[in-house]
């Protein structure tokens, strides 16, 4: 073991007239250990709250709209045109808005997704998210059957219906009558329910198909087709290409312009949280330096001694970074291993729930990132290294002759 290294845990464990130093030591250690510690939760909770929200939003929603100015005209082939598009995985068509839905003395208001059951499940989750009855039973070939209806779970309970019940549902678009225009309404059979997991879907959505949209809106078909593409993050660039293929009467946007402002509030939550939990860090550091010029104070006499028996001003400093060094890599080991374990156990276990009328999700998963959770460690022993500068240098420069006549 280099003398260096062997003096400064000399230093680090004094258990006698030093034992101060020692506890110093400790406390810094243990700063450094729950800062890390804080820092590795935090980043995992706002990082899972970040996937979840994504992985939900893309669930329930395409990755790519396309829209045509003055409407989509013959979709079948529109939708066949997109599908040979680079990195486009499935197309499919919808039609969407508002409308109230009344079943008994219950009301809500909702919106009205017109789908094809065949196509969507390319695009979205709604499929394999049926809690009751199936996505298929939209398109019934009994005209004498009344339309069917999906609707998202929270939603049907909230009108207290539930799979083979009624609804009347009616929308803005007008009937003319002797009375003057009236809502447009329509008694639809409750074939299914979905749960996708998404506050606003499983509260507000209902799903018809596609000619039933049509006349309920008063539409001559779709309004934009939905994409799905192989790459989600690959997005903002297949729109970009799509409207360059397409030509100007095509628009297209991409999940991540369309959620644009929810994901960038995420990421500043999450930075000013690093940043505020980082300063617990920092004050452990000062801690360190604190503790070090303590240690320096102390042991004047035994530093001139060190550079009378021939140590350099370099091995002095040495040994002064190496015991800040070790403060910082055993607290940010221990504090990484609580961290990592805490943010484990968090989120096996599902023990932070939240409102989902707030953050769209029931719970937060922690998510712990290789690249967030090496740059903390490495931060985290890079302060602690920085922090022993001042006081290693000081030791370094202090002359012997001085140290033994005042020490």
């Not at 450094?32 to 979840?52: R, S, Y």
């Not at 805490?342 to 922690?366: G, T």
Request: aromatic fraction near 8%; charge should be positive; proline fraction near 4%.
């Amino acid at each position: 073991m280099p003398f260096e290294l062997h003096i400064a845990l000399r230093y680090l464990l004094a258990r006698r007239k030093q034992a101060f130093i020692s506890v110093i030591s400790l406390i810094s250690t243990l700063g450094v250990m729950v800062g890390v510690t804080a820092l590795i939760i935090a980043l995992a909770l706002m990082t899972g709250l970040q996937g979840e929200l994504r992985d939900r939003l893309l669930g329930s929603t395409a990755h790519v709209y396309v829209w045509r100015i003055g409407g989509l005209g013959d979709y079948q082939s529109e939708v066949a045109r997109l599908r040979t598009m680079p990195h486009v995985q499935g197309a499919a068509p919808a039609i969407q808005g508002p409308g109230l839905a009344v079943a008994g003395d219950r009301s809500k208001f909702l919106t009205i997704k017109g789908i094809d059951p065949a196509l969507e499940r390319q695009v979205t989750d709604i499929g394999r998210s049926m809690k009751t009855g199936r996505l298929s039973d939209l398109t019934s070939q009994d005209p004498e059957q009344l339309p069917g209806i999906v609707l998202g779970q929270d939603l049907a309970k909230e009108l207290g219906v539930s799979a083979g019940d009624t609804v009347r549902v009616l929308t803005a678009q007008g009937t003319v009558s002797p009375f003057g225009m009236l809502p447009r309404s329509r008694l639809m059979k409750v074939v299914g329910t979905f749960g996708l997991g998404l506050y606003e879907f499983d509260t507000s959505y209902g799903f018809v198909s596609l000619p039933v949209a049509e006349r309920l809106m008063n539409a001559s078909g779709p309004q934009y087709i939905e994409l799905s593409i192989d790459d989600i993050y690959r997005a903002p660039d297949v729109a970009a290409d799509l409207m360059r293929r397409l030509g100007d009467r095509y628009l297209a946007e991409d999940w991540a312009g369309m959620n644009k402002s929810l994901f960038s509030a995420l990421w500043l939550e999450k930075m000013a949280i690093s940043i505020t939990i980082g300063l617990i860090v920092m004050v452990a550091a000062l801690n360190i330096v604190a503790s070090l010029i303590l240690l320096v104070m102390e042991k004047n006499r035994d530093i001139a001694i060190l550079k009378t028996m021939g140590a350099t001003a370099r091995s002095v400093m040495t040994i002064f970074m190496l015991q800040g060094l070790i403060i910082g890599v055993v607290g940010t080991a221990f504090g990484a291993g609580f961290g990592w374990a805490i943010a484990r156990v968090m989120d096996k276990y599902r023990l932070l729930h939240l409102p989902m009328d707030v953050y769209q999700v029931s719970y937060v998963p922690f998510k712990i990132q290789a690249f967030d959770f090496s740059l903390v460690i490495v931060a985290a022993i890079l302060i602690c290294f920085v922090a022993t500068l001042y006081p290693a240098r000081q030791a370094a420069r202090l002359e012997p002759a001085e140290a033994l006549r005042y020490g």
